[in-house]
């Protein structure tokens, strides 16, 4: 698919120009690659880099995790890790229409297309940066989890052109993470469509709660 191979060279293109960065260590004086950079080359070399999620998130992670680019959580510790990372995502949705559920291990947030984006636009909603800038500074926080975006449409309109937005919309959240500071080797997206709806399409309550962006997060855990 044609947009899927842009969205690849979007992601391969933003890392050479992150490959350039580079911080002085205050204490030895040594030139030295940031974190972010070493996420974004990791991502263009082992294909998590934003584009479409190829392979299982636990693969996903395993290569975030083999890169450096995340740290792991021991296996019993995971359940405090998420029920953390769950309460402070509450607190800082709390009132922007974001929704934040728990599906065993993994974090799921729900952002209304209404209050997302224009109607068949995928350009951020100016107002609605304030609340992924919330989103962002626990994602820093919480920095051992991967990031699905998925992009989803109500059934209006063709199937190909639910498919390229839905595919257009995931990808400017998720570059919009890695704009500011999310590791890009964390963050996958894919679109979804029309073909993962969760409400009734045939009314106007329905198709509006199927027009969304859902940011899944998950755990990755020491092996």
């Known amino acids: 698919m044609k947009f899927q191979q842009k969205f690849l060279a979007v992601a391969v293109s933003a890392t050479l ?20 950079t070493i996420g974004a ?10 584009g479409m ?7 996903r992670a395993a290569n975030a995790l083999k890169g450096g680019a995340v740290g792991a959580i021991a296996g019993g510790a995971v359940g405090g890790y998420m029920d953390k990372q769950e309460k402070k995502m509450t607190e800082k949705l709390a009132g922007t229409g974001v929704s934040v559920t728990r599906n065993g291990d993994e974090i799921i947030l729900n952002m209304p297309g209404e209050i997302t984006f224009a109607t068949g636009k995928s350009d951020l909603n100016v107002n609605f940066t304030n609340t ?20 989803h449409t109500d ?3 063709s199937d190909a052109l639910n498919q390229k937005l839905s595919e257009e919309r995931a990808l400017s959240v998720g570059q ?5 500071n999310v590791v890009v080797a964390r963050v996958s997206t894919i679109g979804r469509g029309e073909t993962v709806a969760k409400y009734d399409n045939t009314t106007s309550e329905g198709r509006a709660q199927n027009r969304r962006v859902e940011l899944t997060l998950t755990p990755v855990v020491a092996q």
Do not use: M, Q, R
């Open 53 to 59: 999620a190829v392979g299982s998130k636990e693969d």
């Open 17 to 36: 120009a992150l490959v350039g960065c580079s911080t002085i260590d205050p204490y030895t004086g040594e030139k030295k690659v940031s974190k972010l």
């Open 41 to 50: 080359a990791i991502g263009a070399i082992g294909g998590a880099v934003i």
């Open 176 to 180: 919009y993470l890695v704009n500011h």
């Open 132 to 151: 992924l800038d919330g989103v962002i500074l626990v994602l820093e926080e919480f920095e051992k989890t991967i990031i699905t975006i998925e992009g």
């Open 155 to 157: 059934s209006s309109g």
